[in-house]
């Protein structure tokens, strides 16, 4: 045999990993084009704008390609007998079928989380999988879990007929030069630990438009980096202005007439405000509905109008209409709410573990003046460590877990249906009455998020038909 056929024959199995990994790019760059098509004009592409965002995507797919590679490449270091075996043979068309199922899964669960959060997996994703419960639940509920499934099983059926002559003929290739091969194997990983050891994002910082930037990147590749970092870029989901601005701008508005021994003209912003009218102990019910959009209500929006009951509140009370979300995540409007704070860098604090205590915040006020305060949650409360906040500064805490099933008509993944909620609420609301003291309920409802389930019979629309029906059944409800 000439040197010339001995290196193609022993080039051949580089091409069983090389084939991998062809499908992979495939998949990730389909994927990439879903999302494209579904973000043009938010992206502000253009035919040149999307090939710049199709070649830095390009990149991060071959990083992971890179790191997905190097167990397989070490697999071809077997000696030719082993190699050329049957149980190898089956073992790598079973690794090919695992591979590539995976690749759908990933790219369905990618377009499923860019819908729901308009960027790639983030920490987002990362934070999800200690709430196995809640999550998976949800995703059963609110999709054909087994038709996606099965759809999958279906096109990796086809793509690995396509596949199995290839990999049988890459198979077949002999061992002739095991130390160059054992070069290429230590080549890969050391190329692998220089991108492992990059700072940044890289070519994904080339782009000013968060779309864009997201679009090039690569959901596994995010995942991991989400992973190590353990935070959310704040920059990218936070407007920002120059500091010397905010503090000018927080002077001019804290200079109230009420204020006592405060210098709008200084750097500190520690104020005292004296109020000398005689207090009134009113009871207080204070309702955070799960991602009610101000565009669903008639008086801020004429584009849905699917509130009748709050555009009537609305009417005859007293409003407020510059406020404004503090983050992407409920738990970022607990603490907003909570605590009077802006968005902070990080975690919120409601998940600062071991740091999630000790606050003054609403809670503690109402305690100190003889309130009687509680968090009442429509779910469990150890999702997003509401409880241990909650009961670290100042609230008795009441969560699903403490209310009698037979008081709970309806659940679905995320907790019972707001009526049960507001039902144990008002059993709160009877028994302080009945003891002569004030009390201040904090409640958070469930049932506008996906799966969009409710009771049936309360609004005109069918359970589980999307967000206009949670939404109209959550006005329904209060």
Avoid at 13 to 35: C, D, E, K, W
Avoid at 295 to 309: Q, V
Avoid at 410 to 421: H, I, P, R, T, V
């Amino acid at each position: 045999m000439s040197k010339a056929n001995v290196e193609i024959r022993y080039g051949g199995r580089h091409r069983v990993p090389a084939l991998l990994g062809g499908i992979a790019l495939a998949y990730a760059t389909l994927t990439r084009l879903v999302l494209m098509a579904g973000t043009w004009r938010a992206a502000d592409l253009d035919p040149a704008a999307a090939l710049r965002v199709l070649a830095v995507g390009a990149y991060y797919d071959l990083v992971v390609c890179l790191y997905a590679a190097l167990p397989l490449l070490a697999w071809t270091l077997l000696p030719a007998r082993a190699w050329r075996s049957s149980l190898n043979r089956w073992c790598w068309h079973a690794c090919a079928c695992g591979a590539i199922y995976v690749f759908g899964f990933v790219a369905v669960a990618e377009v499923v989380f860019w819908q729901e959060f308009g960027v790639r997996f983030n920490f987002i994703a990362v934070d999800y999988l200690v709430y196995t419960h809640e999550v998976l639940a949800n995703i059963w509920q609110s999709y054909r879990v087994v038709w996606v499934l099965l759809g999958n099983l279906g096109l990796t059926a086809c793509v690995h007929r396509w596949l199995a002559p290839r990999l049988d003929h890459a198979l077949a290739a002999t061992s002739a030069r095991p130390r160059g091969h054992a070069g290429l194997v230590l080549g890969a990983m050391l190329l692998a630990t220089g991108f492992a050891t990059e700072s940044g994002d890289g070519p994904r910082d080339w782009f000013t438009n968060v779309y864009r930037q997201e679009l090039a990147g690569n959901g596994p590749y995010q995942f991991v980096a989400a992973f190590r970092r353990n935070e959310i870029d704040y920059a990218q989901f936070y407007a920002t202005r120059p500091a010397a601005d905010v503090a000018r701008t927080l002077r001019a508005e804290l200079a109230e007439p009420a204020t006592v021994g405060f210098d709008p003209r200084g750097g500190a912003l520690r104020r005292r405000i004296d109020n000398p009218a005689q207090a009134r102990r009113l009871n207080v019910v204070m309702i955070m509905v799960e991602s009610l959009s101000a565009e669903f209500m008639a008086r801020f929006s004429d584009t849905y109008r699917w509130t009748p009951a709050l555009d009537r509140l609305a009417a005859s009370a007293l409003v407020f209409d510059r406020f404004y979300a503090t983050g992407t995540r409920t738990d970022r409007g607990l603490e907003a709410v909570t605590l009077s704070v802006p968005p902070t860098p990080g975690r919120s604090i409601v998940k600062r573990l071991g740091h999630e205590h000790g606050y003054w915040s609403l809670g503690n006020v109402l305690r100190a003046a003889g309130y009687d305060v509680s968090f009442v949650y429509g779910g469990r409360g150890y999702f997003d460590n509401m409880s241990t906040f909650f009961a670290g500064n100042g609230y008795r805490v009441v969560d699903q877990g403490a209310v009698p099933a037979a008081d709970i008509g309806f659940e679905n993944a995320w907790g019972m249906a707001d009526e049960d909620l507001y039902r144990q609420a008002i059993k709160l609301a009877d028994a302080a009455a009945a003891r002569g003291q004030p009390f201040f309920m904090h409640l958070m409802t469930t049932s506008n998020h996906r799966p969009y389930t409710f009771p049936d019979g309360r609004i005109g629309l069918p359970s589980g038909s999307g967000r206009p029906g949670a939404v109209q059944y959550t006005d329904w409800a209060i």
